[in-house]
């Protein structure tokens, strides 16, 4: 596949350069978080600097399914992203949200982080070891056999499926690998061959439009930044809205936040030849 190159600003030493053509319509911005503005541990280079000219005018849409944003926050501020809570939507918090909207009163078994068990709890959903109405996976570093042979009964005996986010992997410090939420569904849809899982976070609309409202704004006006095409390009094509990619991809419009600050890329809004329009 043809990597996309968007060539640099032309720079002078009179004046500052112009900002870069994607911000002409931009009037916000949809960032996600791993291998956009993070590695673990790791800021990715322009990640502080997108954050402070955007302060106030962006959200962070994450398929994080371990942690809230008022945990997540002071990681953040302590890594030098000093982004607030209300800045962040995340998949497995917004999935519980969604399930105390939408289904009061379900008996719900959770395979989750402890983060996320007192995040249930506190919204006062009913969490249960069995009988349950509801399974919500998400990214559990706890799961294992036990777990999976429970899920099983209890999809078997038709409690619904419902996934925090579908993303077998996220980028890790260094180039590794961080096994994530689908990579848990594979196994569970291999022993629960007919079970129809609902996937709650991005390509999905859930998240993205959580954000939109968070910013007050139409997909027309915002962008979507991030380094998937599968989940930041197809969920923000299936909205509407103009997006952009970093990362080492083939379809990346630049290596990192700090290439798109300092080039003449456009905003795209379709997605890149070769990639299917549905999961």
């Not at 900002?19 to 960032?31: D, K």
């Not at 506190?122 to 990214?139: E, F, H, K, P």
Request: charged share 20%.
């Amino acid at each position: 596949m043809t990597r996309i190159a968007c060539t640099p600003r032309p720079s002078s030493p009179q004046a500052p350069a112009a900002e870069p053509p994607w911000t002409a319509r931009s009037r916000g911005l949809i960032l996600d978080l791993d291998g956009t503005l993070v590695r673990g541990h790791e800021v990715i280079p322009g990640a502080s600097e997108l954050l402070t000219r955007w302060a106030q005018r962006y959200v962070i849409v994450s398929n994080n399914s371990t942690d809230t944003a008022a945990g997540l926050a002071p990681r953040l501020r302590a890594m030098g992203l000093p982004v607030p809570p209300e800045a962040l939507v995340l998949a497995g918090e917004q999935a519980l949200r969604h399930i105390a909207r939408q289904h009061p009163g379900a008996r719900l078994m959770l395979c989750a982080s402890e983060a996320l068990r007192a995040c249930a709890a506190g919204l006062g959903l009913a969490l249960v070891s069995r009988d349950a109405d509801i399974v919500l996976l998400a990214r559990d570093l706890a799961f294992g056999y036990g777990t999976l042979q429970t899920l099983a009964r209890e999809l078997a005996r038709g409690a619904a499926l419902m996934v925090s986010n579908g993303d077998l992997t996220h980028p890790g410090p260094e180039g590794a690998v961080v096994p994530e939420t689908g990579a848990l569904l594979q196994s569970v849809l291999a022993c629960a061959p007919g079970a129809r899982p609902q996937v709650l976070g991005k390509p999905g609309a859930l998240l993205l439009e959580e954000g939109l409202r968070r910013l007050g704004l139409t997909p027309a006006d915002t962008t979507v930044i991030g380094d998937n095409v599968r989940t930041d390009a197809l969920g923000a094509v299936r909205l509407g809205i103009g997006y952009l990619l970093v990362g080492n991809a083939p379809h990346a419009d630049a290596p990192d936040v700090a290439g798109l600050l300092d080039s003449a890329c456009a905003r795209r809004h379709e997605l890149p030849a070769g990639i299917e329009g549905d999961r």
